[in-house]
């Protein structure tokens, strides 16, 4: 009988689903109370009999991995894997798997819906509206704006594909090469970053977290931005400097940001983003979608047993 802890928020609602299949394949599930990801030291509180894992966020750290005596496998429910020391998991014969490109279409969707609310001032009348005012905002079209795109991955480009529907100035900045026939196919120039942070005036992180993303939108690139232009992250939280982001929306510098993820999730409650009506706040939930999560699921428990029982490659 193999053990494995399921943890990703989203499954474990609907994890008796799953039960009956996982029983098949002689796998007991392992439920852990979960807010929205386990610490080290709460993996470390339950991982020692563990064989296998369907997991968030959690912190599957080098201590983690060495008290994992029995773990076989580590199943990101989703597609980061920054969460998780891949190299240490190799070392220990681990094998790490996720679900690339699950959540393209909806996240591409909540970026447009950002966009969209910034560049027709939605969120701003609403305010007025409830607060008794009687305001005509000034809002553009898109067809007069540009759009930045900071990873030029499935998502990245996703947001593209929907962005030139609306006529927007498409540019795009990535650390590896872009396919030449997808950028002319649409009309994507690609651009230095502090280039594109300069022109854009939406820019949309769509990067992957790593060594050299960590931080990647700072005081300095902030500063690079026009003092109309609206910044975007539905990546990872840490790939901005959210210290520098409140200076920047403190003193106007500019005009207002979206944020799906944090650098530290859920949102503490004395975060200054939250006092901010510049900046639009949402709980890691831009991936959201039945039809989506429902392939991660069926996905994620496929790989689980594959593994688990020697068919995984």
Known sequence: MWRAL??????????????????????EVVLPETRERLSENELLSCISDIDGAICGDDR?????????????????????????????????????????GAFTDPVADTVLGYILAFARQLYGMDR???????????????????????????VGK???????????????????????????????????????????????????????????????????MKPSSFLINTSRGPVVDE??????LESRRIAGAALDVFEEEPLPADSPLRRLDTCLLAPHNANAGPAAWDRV??????????HLNGQGR
């Open 128 to 154: 007025d509206i409830r607060e008794g005012t009687w305001r005509k905002r000034l809002s553009v079209t898109l067809g007069e704006c540009t759009l930045g795109v900071v990873g030029v991955g499935a």
């Open 60 to 100: 599957f750290s080098e201590t983690v991995l060495k008290s994992a005596g029995k773990l076989k496998v580590i199943v990101k429910w989703g597609t980061g894997i920054d969460s998780i020391d891949v190299a240490a998991a190799e070392r220990r014969g681990i094998r790490v798997c996720n679900t690339p």
């Open 158 to 224: 996703a947001v593209l594909r929907r962005a030139a529907a609306f006529g927007m100035k498409l540019i795009g900045n990535d650390i590896v090469p872009v396919d030449p026939a997808f950028l002319s196919s649409i009309g994507v120039m690609m651009k230095p970053l502090d280039d594109l942070l300069a022109d854009a005036d939406f820019v949309s992180l769509n990067c992957t977290l790593n060594s050299t993303s960590f931080h990647l939108i700072g005081d300095r690139q902030l500063s690079r």
């Open 243 to 248: 210290t520098a982001l409140v200076r920047a």
């Open 297 to 306: 699921h069926e996905n994620s428990i496929r790989l689980l047993i594959e």
């Open 6 to 27: 399921i943890s990703a928020p989203y499954l474990q609602p609907v994890i008796d689903r799953y039960r009956p299949r996982l029983a098949e394949h002689g796998i």
